[in-house]
């Protein structure tokens, strides 16, 4: 059963956190912390979109766009931060750059001409041939961007760095699932982004236990690489 009133307070609590997460973590000086605190931004925004969905404000489109576009963008940058400095990495060097800069294209494309736009929380939403290029492009980048955080995680042997990794997967998660679904079915259904919030919600009570810490770790430097990837 959808009860608007009960995601209404979900997602008011994932504000409350990705907020005060954010706070503390842009608190400490260092680039990781930096990135990351951006890329908590991004899902508030995303989270706050969801809100404007289910009041109907206006704008509400817009909100959630840039909420995803931040996410995708900061997430990837955030992510791969903590890669090894080697000569060559194929993850930070070529795919994260190439997959951030797509993803400005179909923003700016989209803020000239949207290519979705949601409607109440239960309908579903078709997608255009260039919305499903775009969800592919969000599957990959946020799978990157949690697979660059497994890579760290062989290299920074920390606590923080792993509870980080874990609520990204309730973070992010949720979002690859539902651009894996646009993709296969060319549909985009709102209620799914209500859903989206309760696997948020664990990853943000996470998040305030790995921030604090923080994220200033010193890139590892070892010249090995990481051949496999769980998260591909």
Same mark, same amino acid.
């Given at each position: 059963?959808?009860?608007?009133?009960?995601?209404?307070?979900?997602?008011?609590?994932? &504000?409350?956190?990705?907020? $005060? *997460?954010?706070?503390?973590?842009?608190?400490?000086?260092?680039?990781?912390?930096?990135?990351?605190? %951006?890329?908590?931004?991004?899902? !508030?925004?995303?989270?706050?979109?969801?809100?404007?969905?289910?009041?109907?404000?206006?704008?509400?489109?817009? #909100?959630? =766009?840039?909420?995803?576009? %931040?996410?995708?963008?900061?997430? %990837?940058? $955030?992510?791969?931060?903590?890669?090894? *400095?080697?000569?060559?990495?194929?993850?930070?060097?070529?795919?994260?750059? &190439?997959?951030?800069?797509?993803?400005?294209?179909?923003?700016? &494309?989209?803020?000239?001409?949207?290519?979705? &736009?949601?409607?109440?929380?239960?309908? =579903? #939403?078709?997608?255009?041939?260039?919305?499903?290029?775009?969800?592919?492009?969000?599957?990959? *980048?946020?799978?990157?961007?949690?697979?660059? %955080?497994?890579?760290?995680?062989?290299?920074?042997?920390?606590?923080?760095?792993?509870?980080?990794?874990?609520? $990204?997967?309730?973070? !992010?998660?949720?979002?690859?699932?539902?651009?894996?679904?646009?993709? !296969?079915?060319? +549909? +985009?259904?709102?209620?799914?982004?209500?859903?989206?919030?309760?696997? +948020?919600?664990?990853?943000?009570?996470?998040?305030?236990? *790995?921030?604090?810490?923080?994220?200033? #770790?010193?890139?590892?430097?070892?010249?090995?690489?990481?051949?496999?990837? #769980? =998260?591909?």
């Amino acid at each position: 059963m959808f009860n608007l009133t009960i995601f209404s307070v979900i997602i008011g609590i994932n &504000v409350f956190l990705l907020g $005060a *997460s954010a706070f503390f973590i842009f608190r400490e000086k260092h680039i990781g912390n930096f990135l990351i605190g %951006l890329s908590i931004i991004g899902l !508030l925004i995303l989270e706050m979109g969801k809100l404007s969905l289910i009041f109907n404000f206006v704008l509400e489109d817009k #909100v959630l =766009s840039l909420g995803l576009f %931040l996410t995708v963008l900061f997430w %990837l940058a $955030a992510s791969a931060s903590f890669l090894p *400095s080697k000569p060559f990495s194929l993850n930070k060097a070529i795919l994260s750059p &190439v997959f951030g800069l797509l993803c400005l294209g179909f923003f700016f &494309v989209w803020w000239i001409k949207p290519f979705v &736009v949601t409607g109440d929380l239960g309908s =579903s #939403v078709q997608l255009s041939k260039i919305a499903q290029y775009f969800f592919v492009l969000v599957v990959f *980048s946020l799978t990157l961007a949690l697979s660059n %955080l497994e890579r760290a995680l062989y290299f920074l042997k920390q606590k923080n760095i792993r509870l980080l990794f874990v609520s $990204a997967l309730f973070l !992010l998660g949720p979002y690859i699932f539902l651009s894996t679904y646009a993709v !296969l079915f060319s +549909v +985009v259904s709102a209620k799914f982004l209500a859903y989206s919030s309760i696997t +948020v919600l664990a990853g943000s009570i996470i998040l305030i236990f *790995s921030r604090r810490a923080g994220f200033g #770790v010193e890139q590892a430097k070892e010249a090995g690489s990481i051949q496999t990837s #769980v =998260s591909f």
